[in-house]
């Protein structure tokens, strides 16, 4: 079993910063690749970006360039640093890991872009 824990949503205004983590409570090497998804009001749940275990990423066209997708495998925690935030941003985030077949997902975290 793998548990995944997001935390860093918020308040942000357009224009603005957050953070995301989502911690695992084990190794996530075993985990390739790890990915976030969000879910806004009246929508699917949709990719944002992933990471594999070696560092490579993929982007949603519509956070590329704005979105950087991260983790650290010793700390067993992946990151989104979400910059030039809109309101279109507004979702609840959620994590998502495949760990030796099985499939994991964190509570999920709610971003709200408004000023």
């Known amino acids: 079993q793998v548990q995944l824990v997001e935390s860093g949503g918020g308040l942000a205004q357009p224009g603005g910063s957050l953070r995301l983590s989502c911690a695992a409570s084990?190794?996530?090497?075993?985990?390739?690749?790890m990915r976030w998804y969000r879910q806004g009001p009246g929508n699917q749940r949709d990719l944002v970006a992933s990471?594999?275990?070696?560092?490579?990423?993929f982007y949603a066209d519509s956070v590329k360039g704005r979105f950087t997708i991260s983790r650290d495998n010793a700390k067993n925690t992946m990151y989104l640093q979400m910059n030039s935030l809109i309101s279109e941003d507004t979702a609840v985030y959620y994590c998502?890991?495949?760990?030796?077949?099985?499939?994991?997902w964190g509570q999920g975290t709610q971003v709200t872009v408004s000023s």
């Open positions: 998502n890991a495949v760990c030796i077949s099985k499939n994991y």
């Open positions: 084990r190794s996530i090497v075993y985990c390739p690749p």
């Open positions: 990471i594999s275990t070696g560092g490579a990423t």
